[in-house]
C-alpha cells in the first residue's frame, strides 16, 4: 500500500502554461543529447564527453584505475556507459546510489552484404529489425546511418552519415484498402530503405560510413550501424508545453540521469555526501538486455566491485554495501491515450504533466517493493515534485525494463520509473515538456540520500 499512500501526492502539478523557464531549458538539452546520439555508441560517448566536460576523468577497463575518495569517473564500454561520484569521506562500506537507464532505442540495424538494388533502378540497404519498433512510424522520414566500424588494424570509429536514406509508403492509389485493412508490412519485403538512383555498380552503401570515418572502404572489417532518424527534436503545442524527439526511449531516462549525477556531484554541491553516485546506461535493453554491456551482463558488478576494492572493502563489506545499496531504474512508460483510454488500469491513469511515474508489477516485470516505493515518494516530496503511479491493465501484457534484470543479477534493492509518453517505440514519441525536468529533480534528490 505505500504506493498508494505517497506524501508527494500533495504536490500539484503545474499548469502548461506556466511551465518554468528551467523546464525548457531542460527539454533543449534533452533534444540536444539525442541529436548528438544516434546510435547507442554514439550515446555512450556523449555521455562521457559530457561528464568530462564537468571534471570525470576517464578510465579505460583494460587498464589499472586510480579510483580514491573525491574522485569522480566515467567508463565506457561498447554503447554502455557508467559514470561515478564518490563523496570526499568514501570507505569500504560507503553504499552505492544508482541510477540506471538505457542507451539503445528500437528501430533497424544494417546486414551484411548491407549495398543492394530495387527494382526501378534504386538504391537500397539491407536492414533487419532491431527490437519491437512501430513499423508504420518509419516510414517517410529522412533517416541517417549511425554506429561504429572497426577497422582492420582493430581501431574503432564512430560513425553518421546525416540524411541519406528513406522507407517509402507504398501510394494510396496502389494500396486501395489501407484506410480500412489497417497497413500490415512486411518486416523484410517492406521495410528496405533507398538511398539513391543510378546503376548498380556504382552504389556502395559501406563507402558513404567509410568517408565520415576518413577511412578507405576495403579496410572495413566490421559494423554496428543502426538506422536513425534526423528529424530535431522540437516543442510545440498550447503553451509550447508538448515535446516531440526520436529516441526519448530511453535517451530522456539518460539524459536525466546523467543531468542529476553531474549536479548533484558538482565540487560544492552539499549533495550526495552520504553515498557513491552513480549513473549507468546500458545498451541492448530493446532485445532482452543478454549481452557483455547490457543490464543482464557484468558491466555494472565489475565497475561497483572495482571501487569498492579500490576502497579497500573486503568481501563482507562488499555484502554489506550491496545490501544498503540503491538502484533507480528509470525508462519511459505510457501516459493515458485519449482515444485508448480503455488501455489503462481503470483507477490508475498517469497523465502526461503529472510528473514521474513510479512502476509496479505484481509479476515482477518491474522491481519496485514496498520499502522503494516508500524511498521513492520521500525523493520525490524532498524535491518538489508530483508523482503518480503505472499499472497494467490486468488483460495486457506488461512491458519490463532493465530494473528487475539488474536487481537479480546484483541483488540491490531497486525501484522502477520514468516518465509518461505517448506513442513509445515510434520514431518520435511525445512528451510533456515538464515531465523530463521532473524526473532529473527527484534523481537528484535520490542521489542526495
Ligand atoms: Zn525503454
Not at 540506471?100 to 538494388?117: C, M, Q, V, Y
Not at 517517410?140 to 536514406?165: K, N, S, W
Not at 555484502?319 to 489503462?344: I, K, M, Q, T
Request: glycine share 10%; proline share 6%.
Amino acid at each position: 500500500m505505500t504506493a498508494q499512500t505517497s506524501p508527494a501526492r500533495s504536490v500539484d502539478p503545474i499548469q502548461p502554461s506556466v511551465v518554468p523557464d528551467a523546464a525548457r531549458a531542460h527539454v533543449a538539452d534533452l533534444g540536444a543529447l539525442v541529436a548528438a546520439s544516434p546510435s547507442s555508441y554514439h550515446a555512450a560517448e556523449e555521455v562521457a564527453r559530457r561528464a568530462e566536460a564537468a571534471g570525470f576523468t576517464r578510465l579505460a577497463e583494460d587498464a589499472a584505475w586510480a579510483v580514491a575518495p573525491g574522485g569522480r569517473h566515467v567508463v565506457v564500454r561498447d554503447g554502455s556507459v557508467i559514470a561515478f561520484a564518490l563523496p570526499d569521506a568514501a570507505g569500504p562500506t560507503t553504499a552505492f546510489t544508482i541510477v540506471g537507464a538505457h542507451t539503445d532505442s528500437t528501430g533497424f540495424k544494417l546486414k551484411p552484404k548491407p549495398t543492394t538494388h530495387g527494382a526501378g533502378g534504386w538504391w537500397q540497404a539491407g536492414v533487419e529489425v532491431y527490437g519491437g519498433p512501430l513499423l508504420n512510424s518509419w516510414l517517410d522520414r529522412e533517416l541517417e546511418l549511425a554506429g561504429r566500424i572497426v577497422t582492420h588494424d582493430g581501431t574503432e570509429h564512430l560513425v553518421r552519415t546525416g540524411p541519406m536514406l528513406r522507407i517509402p509508403q507504398l501510394a494510396i492509389h496502389l494500396d486501395r484498402g489501407v484506410n480500412d485493412n489497417g497497413l500490415t508490412l512486411d518486416k523484410q519485403r517492406h521495410t528496405q530503405p533507398v538511398w539513391g538512383l543510378g546503376d548498380a555498380e556504382s552504389a556502395d552503401v559501406l563507402a558513404a560510413l567509410a568517408a565520415d570515418a576518413g577511412v578507405d572502404p576495403a579496410t572495413i572489417g566490421g559494423y554496428d550501424v543502426v538506422l536513425a532518424d534526423t528529424q530535431p527534436a522540437r516543442a510545440f503545442g498550447a503553451g509550447q508545453a508538448l515535446f516531440a524527439s526520436a529516441r526519448l526511449d530511453n535517451l530522456l531516462s539518460t539524459h536525466a540521469g546523467l543531468t542529476a549525477l553531474l549536479r548533484a556531484s558538482s565540487p560544492g554541491s552539499t549533495n550526495g555526501a552520504g553515498s557513491i553516485q552513480v549513473f549507468a546506461g546500458f545498451d541492448h535493453e530493446e532485445i532482452g538486455s543478454a549481452s557483455r554491456s547490457g543490464a543482464a551482463g557484468p558491466f555494472l558488478e565489475e565497475v561497483l566491485t572495482r571501487i569498492s576494492a579500490a576502497l579497500g572493502a573486503t568481501a563482507d563489506e562488499r555484502a554489506r554495501v550491496f545490501a544498503r545499496s540503491l538502484h533507480v531504474s528509470s525508462d519511459v512508460g505510457h501516459a493515458v491515450h485519449p482515444n485508448y483510454a480503455e488501455r489503462h488500469d481503470p483507477a490508475n491513469h498517469p497523465v502526461a504533466g503529472g510528473g514521474p511515474i513510479l512502476k509496479i508489477n505484481a509479476n515482477q516485470r518491474y522491481a519496485t517493493d514496498a520499502h522503494g516505493a516508500a524511498t521513492w515518494s520521500v525523493a520525490c516530496a524532498t524535491a518538489g515534485v508530483p508523482t503518480q503511479e503505472f499499472v497494467s491493465n490486468n488483460a495486457l501484457p506488461c512491458g519490463s525494463t532493465i530494473g528487475p534484470i539488474s536487481a537479480t543479477r546484483l541483488g540491490i534493492r531497486t525501484v522502477d520509473v520514468g516518465v509518461p509518453i505517448l506513442s513509445m517505440h515510434s520514431a518520435r514519441e511525445l512528451t510533456a515538456v515538464v515531465d523530463p525536468w521532473y524526473l532529473a529533480r527527484a534523481m537528484e534528490s535520490v542521489f542526495a540520500r
